[in-house]
């Protein structure tokens, strides 16, 4: 059985920052790549960006390009979203996924993260 639980969201002041982690279990997770998503009050979920298996390659959403960074430890079966220069607008649920062909097919419950003005 997969399951993915995440940790590290909370409530920040804009500028801050926070780490997120998604540790992973059930599953080779060395072999998949991951990503993580968010999700709003009141909006549809939203991709934020991208990891391979091997971590050389990422991808992020235009929003947090030069403030997020995604990475991820094999040997600890975790997945990390460092978040810097927080806004408000970064106030969401954040979730993280494991994709097989590209897509989420695993989902973790989220960890929410709130950015006071």
């Known amino acids: 059985q997969v399951r993915l639980v995440e940790s590290g969201g909370g409530l920040v002041q804009a500028g801050d920052s926070l780490t997120l982690s998604c540790a992973a279990s059930?599953?080779?997770?060395?072999?998949?790549?991951e990503a993580w998503y968010r999700q709003a009050p009141g909006k549809e979920r939203e991709y934020v960006a991208t990891?391979?298996?091997?971590?050389?390659?990422?991808n992020y959403t235009d929003s947090v390009k030069g403030r997020f960074t995604i990475s991820r430890h094999n040997a600890k079966n975790t997945v990390y979203l460092q978040m810097n220069s927080l806004k408000p607008e970064d106030t969401a649920v954040y979730s993280c996924g494991v994709l097989v062909n590209g897509r989420p097919k695993y989902w973790g419950q989220g960890t929410q993260v709130t950015v006071s003005s």
């Open positions: 059930g599953l080779t997770f060395s072999n998949y790549a």
């Open positions: 990891i391979g298996w091997s971590a050389y390659n990422t």
